[in-house]
């Protein structure tokens, strides 16, 4: 039996189930890596996302060339080049991971999924995470996750691989396009390719470690500010995005820092006991979320929640392009979105309030501010980042609605003004006090602030709170619950028919009659205690 092993969000060669199975399981193997320019042409895509695959997958060819294998890369449409693959290498087997992606790419796979039936073909496509296909009953994730995730131990890299020979010139003869192939760079100056992050299953263990070992102790107090999230946080994203190490790999290395930093008797582990235990329970959100999408696809189009459907946004064109190239006027926004556009990262709080200021303060909607935001973030990763957009608008139904004041987290995050000095040119030569005082002087060349901020939010919480409060607007959250709410919730969100609708109702987490520990567990659910 021959197989091909199509890498998709999968670059690395341990605890891969696709590449073990084709290996176990065919007697030669070619795996294949397609640029797609239809894919690449979607709005959410951009160089940066170019730039993760040429560096995960050149990270992966000198793993699988140091045994003796190679990874064909092809640039066109993925039927193209699996039709004309099949009349030089007669493969019966396609293995590939089941990608939880946008509507592009559910549609790519069902156009392979039909040519493979009718080419005779058997398509595997094989999980990698604790996201589960056609999932039907909620209440037997956390078994499967537990199975897929915990109790079993990630697979090794192969040794060897039975590479077709024939293939070995031809391999040689496709190399990795650059990133200029596809986009026309003179529109993305602001890129710093010498500060982005390295994406490689080398890279990935190096992150894993040093987290581990040494920036984790500052994960718990540390994750929230821009000036120590960057080193304290795990800066796992990209990898698991781009699947250069596995959540179980990370979950099991974690386990085994935990057993060591318990036996330890130093003055650090206590702090490093509630960094890890903070950092473990981040970690389950990754496929929480990414499960919402699997489940409810069509939520990259619509509100998850039909209630918030019809929220009427302002979308100015002139405040969408300020708050894109960070010249807003209000410096921690203006510095989060420059350091995002040049670096593509930055971490959960800023993110949540450069969402909450466009949506609360400039009143654009989530579905205008997605494809920019997807764009600039390196570990993009459409699952988490559809269902965090409509969390941080309000729109869900399930979770305490969060506005963050920009002037209150510049003094919480960023009181000596580090970061936005680093990001904002025209800030450098002012005081901390003064940047503080954005709204009330003028700071040389820096734009004034393009909105009243607290005003423009409360008509957008007006709004909101008015369809929270409304009875279809509970019982839409009800379904929303119960279709995609955490397991370890059970508090009914739902008034009784009779009842006069109260805010309080609809405060989710306040719940006296629940247990310390599951209130906790309910609070926990969407931010914890860092943010
Ligand atoms: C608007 C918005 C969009 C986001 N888009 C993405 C995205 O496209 N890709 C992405 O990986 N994360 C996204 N996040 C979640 C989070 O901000 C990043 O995962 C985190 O900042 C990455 O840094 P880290 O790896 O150091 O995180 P750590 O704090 O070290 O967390 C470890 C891992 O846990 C997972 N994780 C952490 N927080 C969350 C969360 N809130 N939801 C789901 N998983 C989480 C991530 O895989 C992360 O790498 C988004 C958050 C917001 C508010």
Same mark, same amino acid.
């Given at each position: 039996?021959?197989?091909?092993?199509?890498?998709?969000? &999968?670059?690395?060669?341990? &605890?891969?189930?696709?590449?073990?199975?084709?290996?176990?399981?065919?007697?030669?193997?070619?795996?294949?890596?397609? +640029?797609?320019?239809?894919? %690449?042409?979607?709005?959410?895509?951009?160089?940066?996302?170019?730039?993760?695959?040429?560096?995960?997958?050149?990270?992966?060819?000198?793993?699988?060339?140091?045994?003796?294998?190679?990874?064909?890369?092809?640039?066109?449409?993925?039927?193209?080049?699996?039709?004309?693959?099949?009349?030089?290498?007669? +493969? &019966?087997?396609?293995?590939?991971?089941?990608?939880?992606?946008?509507?592009?790419?559910?549609?790519?796979?069902?156009?392979?999924?039909?040519?493979?039936?009718?080419?005779?073909?058997?398509? *595997?496509?094989?999980?990698?995470?604790?996201?589960?296909?056609?999932?039907?009953?909620? &209440?037997?994730?956390?078994?499967?996750?537990?199975?897929?995730?915990?109790?079993?131990?990630?697979?090794?890299?192969?040794?060897?691989?039975?590479?077709?020979?024939? +293939?070995?010139?031809?391999?040689?003869?496709?190399?990795?396009?650059?990133?200029?192939?596809?986009?026309?760079? *003179?529109?993305?100056?602001?890129?710093?390719?010498?500060?982005?992050?390295?994406?490689?299953?080398?890279?990935?263990?190096?992150?894993? *470690?040093?987290?581990?070992?040494?920036?984790?102790?500052?994960?718990?107090?540390? %994750?929230?500010?821009?000036?120590?999230?960057?080193?304290?946080?795990?800066?796992?994203?990209?990898?698991?995005?781009?699947?250069?190490?596995?959540?179980?790999?990370?979950?099991?290395?974690?386990?085994?820092?935990?057993?060591?930093?318990k036996t330890e008797d130093d003055a650090q582990s206590g702090q490093w006991g509630r960094s890890l235990r903070a950092f473990s329970s981040r970690l389950h959100w990754h496929d929480h979320f990414i499960q919402r999408l699997e489940s409810a696809p069509e939520m990259e189009f619509q509100s998850l929640n039909p209630a918030y459907e019809n929220i009427i946004y302002q979308d100015d064109a002139a405040k969408l392009q300020a708050w894109k190239y960070g010249r807003t006027g209000f410096p921690i926004i203006d510095a989060c979105m420059r350091c995002l556009q040049a670096i593509g990262f930055l971490n959960f709080r800023m993110r949540a309030m450069v969402v909450s200021f466009a949506i609360f303060g400039l009143h654009l909607s989530w579905k205008t501010i997605h494809p920019h935001l997807a764009q600039i973030f390196l570990d993009y990763e459409p699952g988490i980042h559809i269902a965090q957009l409509q969390m941080q608008a309000g729109i869900v139904g399930i979770n305490t609605i969060r506005v963050y004041n920009p002037t209150k987290q510049i003094i919480d995050q960023d009181p000596d003004c580090v970061f936005i000095k680093q990001w904002v040119d025209e800030l450098s030569g002012f005081s901390p006090a003064e940047i503080q005082n954005y709204e009330d002087i003028i700071l040389g060349d820096y734009p004034a602030p393009i909105i009243d901020f607290k005003p423009c939010a409360k008509v957008m919480k007006d709004q909101i709170f008015a369809i929270r409060r409304s009875f279809e607007g509970k019982k839409a959250s009800q379904s929303v619950l119960d279709l995609h709410g955490s397991r370890r919730r059970t508090k009914k969100i739902m008034p009784k028919k009779t009842e006069g609708i109260k805010t309080k109702d609809i405060k989710i987490r306040r719940n006296n009659s629940h247990s310390p520990n599951q209130a906790k567990s309910l609070q926990g659910d969407l931010f914890d205690k860092e943010d």
């Open positions: 039996m021959r197989a091909l092993y199509w890498i998709k969000r &999968d670059f690395r060669l341990n &605890d891969n189930m696709a590449l073990y199975r084709a290996i176990a399981e065919n007697e030669q193997i070619l795996p294949l890596f397609v +640029f797609e320019p239809d894919y %690449i042409k979607q709005p959410d895509i951009s160089p940066m996302h170019i730039w993760a695959w040429q560096c995960a997958l050149s990270g992966m060819q000198i793993c699988l060339r140091n045994i003796g294998a190679d990874i064909l890369v092809s640039t066109g449409h993925i039927i193209d080049i699996l039709s004309s693959l099949r009349e030089k290498y007669d +493969f &019966d087997n396609l293995y590939s991971h089941a990608e939880t992606g946008i509507g592009w790419t559910f549609e790519r796979d069902k156009s392979v999924a039909k040519w493979c039936k009718s080419n005779d073909i058997i398509w *595997h496509e094989i999980p990698q995470n604790g996201v589960i296909r056609g999932l039907k009953n909620r &209440d037997k994730r956390q078994t499967i996750i537990r199975q897929r995730l915990f109790e079993s131990d990630p697979l090794l890299a192969p040794k060897n691989i039975k590479f077709p020979d024939q +293939f070995n010139n031809i391999c040689a003869n496709h190399p990795i396009p650059c990133v200029e192939d596809f986009f026309d760079m *003179h529109v993305y100056p602001h890129i710093q390719w010498d500060k982005m992050q390295i994406i490689s299953e080398s890279a990935a263990h190096q992150d894993l *470690h040093s987290f581990l070992d040494q920036r984790g102790l500052g994960y718990s107090g540390g %994750i929230s500010s821009p000036n120590s999230a960057f080193t304290h946080g795990s800066r796992l994203s990209v990898h698991l995005a781009w699947g250069t190490i596995s959540l179980r790999q990370i979950f099991h290395e974690t386990q085994k820092a935990k057993m060591k930093r």
